[in-house]
């Protein structure tokens, strides 16, 4: 089959399976010439299929020696299609990580159902015994409560009034205008119950339940809080609400499972192109100057380079974690960095149809977009006929 990427509305419908596979060494190679340091060794990864949970994974193995296990929800490849490309990314990394004799297993399914939780137990057991980090990045649309059999859905809505801003198509090059209406009661329950804390603290509670938790484990989820830009439709939105959710569920944690020593934290990150993040109205073009100003800046990251500064120099960087005054690690530092923000937000006020290629790097988002879905990888002959069985 020949591959090319099938974009509609800023989300990438297919995958290349040898670009995915490329890129997956690319990330690697990187984290090679990084130094190693004293971390993880039996590592849980929840939504490890790809971005930060992805990059999470790919750190503690290449530069802490730890064995993983990852659980996704992943569509596999069938004769007329391919598979998502976290189908591809999982089965890849897998084998590199096994080629140096590190544990290495993906289980796909759904991470809110029972029936997972237990897979996932068993498999730790197999392979580990006990687990000593637990990475909750679990990015979903839809939840079925595995207690009730209530299904879920949640929104990405302003809360209280309407929302209008510029955006972007960072694909075809042009600025959009979006409007978002506010949501309701319900919608902003729903997004809490899909994308809150109730999840990560069901995973918490069974795998110690279970004896598969160490002694004085970690366990980190990840949150985003952004400029006061995209506030609105995001962090006082309703994923806001959700996430202020999870934010919370860190000390709810901490208290339940203090007999553990069991430390549990919410990592701020920095914006960065992910297939979540892509969907998002005005991020897509609030990223665009991002990656601009960083770059001048020499303060770019993407997922990769991000984990590799929360694992070596935060998670176990030393005695302590350091934290904000609400207990989250902030590695979001450098992007809300005062001067970056300042000219980040001079930079949105000057940015037309016209001065879109000069005050923005389109090129770069462009190309993290594609290269995330397997595409615009260097030395990947497109036009080649590839298996899609990857």
Not at 126 to 149: C, H, I, N, Q, W
Request: charged residues 25%.
């Amino acid at each position: 089959m020949i591959i090319k990427p099938m974009i509609r509305n800023n989300l990438c419908m297919n995958a290349h399976p040898t670009g995915s596979a490329a890129w997956v060494d690319e990330q690697i190679q990187w984290a090679e010439q990084q130094p190693t340091f004293a971390g993880p060794k039996r590592v849980l990864v929840i939504g490890g299929s790809g971005g930060y949970g992805l990059s999470s994974r790919l750190i503690a193995g290449i530069n802490a020696g730890a064995g993983s296990l990852n659980v996704a929800f992943e569509r596999p490849p069938t004769e007329k299609r391919t598979g998502t490309v976290g189908w591809y990314t999982s089965a890849h990394l897998d084998r590199r990580l096994q080629e140096r004799n590190l544990p290495a297993k993906t289980i796909m399914g759904d991470a809110f159902s029972l029936e997972i939780k237990q897979q996932a137990i068993e498999a730790i057991r197999e392979m580990f015994g006990k687990v000593d980090l637990v990475v909750y990045s679990l990015a979903s649309g839809v939840r079925t409560d595995p207690a009730t059999g209530e299904q879920f859905r949640s929104t990405l809505k302003p809360i209280g009034s309407s929302f209008s801003e510029r955006s972007i198509d960072p694909i075809e090059g042009h600025l959009t205008h979006v409007t978002i209406d506010p949501a309701s009661d319900e919608e902003i329950r729903h997004t809490v119950k899909v994308m809150g804390g109730e999840d990560w603290l069901l995973w918490i509670e069974a795998l110690a339940e279970a004896d598969v938790l160490a002694e004085g484990a970690t366990t980190t989820a990840y949150s985003y809080i952004g400029p006061k830009i995209t506030y609105p439709v995001y962090r006082h939105g309703t994923i806001g609400r959700a996430k202020d959710h999870l934010e919370a569920t860190a000390a709810e944690i901490e208290g339940r499972l203090g007999s553990l020593g069991v430390r549990a934290f919410v990592s701020v990150n920095k914006a960065v192109v992910t297939r979540a993040s892509a969907v998002i109205p005005v991020v897509p073009l609030y990223l665009a100057i991002l990656f601009k100003v960083m770059k001048k800046h020499g303060l770019h990251e993407d997922c990769t380079q991000q984990m590799y500064r929360l694992f070596a120099d935060r998670l176990y960087g030393g005695s302590s974690v350091p934290t904000d005054e609400e207990g989250r690690i902030r590695v979001d530092d450098w992007e809300m960095r005062e001067d970056i923000q300042k000219e980040v937000l001079d930079t949105w006020d000057l940015v037309t149809q016209d001065t879109l290629e000069t005050h923005t790097d389109l090129p770069g988002y462009r190309h993290e977009f594609l290269a995330i879905h397997g595409f615009d990888i260097a030395g990947i002959d497109y036009d080649a006929d590839v298996a899609v069985g990857g």
